[in-house]
């Protein structure tokens, strides 16, 4: 069975602060990583997406990935009240074609103020 | 800003009943998929389809479901005898063939009674 492993949270930060939301997957042909944010009772909205080893920054958003100890992160720089929702990491085993995202349960962040 | 649609948002039927369930995908995207969340549960992938005809499909995607290209806009998701299990949010996404990020549309809210 293919997992991809989140702590659920809820993760609370203060405003301003840096959230770190981690990841981890079990297939090791895993290919695509990304980060979705979910607010209550809406659709995964893409963050971030990385394919290759190391970081990618985006604004207020860096993820990183680590292919070697299976590991992808998410960090949101200056948090903010309106970043307060749940992140879904997601991974795909193949870099084009129809490939399937599995995704992990979620963590659920808190920004307070 | 391109996006996916789906109709309709919320469908209430009556178990053994059929539905329908609705999406556009972008325009310019190749490949689809469908998802479902149940609630308090992860995102889970249910089909994908590409060049009309069914890519890969999970261990739910059973006999009672299937799935359409009616026309060069639509992409349909049928079940044919809805069971009380069936209530979820059903997501609909595609992606391009470069880059593979995946959008999501704002989902149906499944009901069976």
């Known amino acids: 069975q293919k997992e991809v492993e989140q702590n659920s949270g809820p993760l609370s930060v203060p405003e301003g602060a840096i959230a770190s939301l981690n990841c981890t997957y079990s297939d090791r042909v895993s290919q695509s990583f990304f980060w979705y944010r979910q607010y209550s009772g809406k659709s995964p909205e893409l963050i971030m997406s990385?394919?290759?080893?190391g970081d990618k920054e985006d604004g207020r958003f860096t993820a990183q990935l680590n292919k070697a100890s299976q590991y992808v992160s998410l960090l949101i720089r200056d948090s903010q009240p309106s970043d307060s929702a749940t992140y879904l990491c997601a991974v795909t085993q193949n870099t084009g074609t129809a490939s399937k995202l599995t995704f992990g349960t979620g963590t659920r962040l808190q920004v307070t103020l | 800003e391109p996006e996916v649609t789906q109709t309709p948002s919320h469908q209430v039927t009556q178990m053994g009943q059929e539905v329908i369930l609705r999406c556009v995908p972008i325009s310019n995207h190749l490949y689809f998929y469908w998802y479902r969340q149940i609630l308090g549960q992860k995102v889970e992938f249910l089909v994908s389809?590409?060049?009309?005809?069914?890519?890969?499909k999970s261990e739910i995607f059973d006999d009672q479901f299937s799935v359409e290209r009616p026309d060069g806009s639509n992409f349909t998701l049928k079940i044919r005898s809805t069971k009380l299990e069936d209530s979820a949010m059903y997501f609909c996404a595609s992606n391009s063939d470069s880059p593979y990020e995946q959008y999501f549309g704002p989902g149906t809210r499944l009901t069976v009674t």
């Open positions: 990385i394919y290759s080893n």
């Open positions: 389809f590409y060049n009309n005809e069914i890519s890969e």
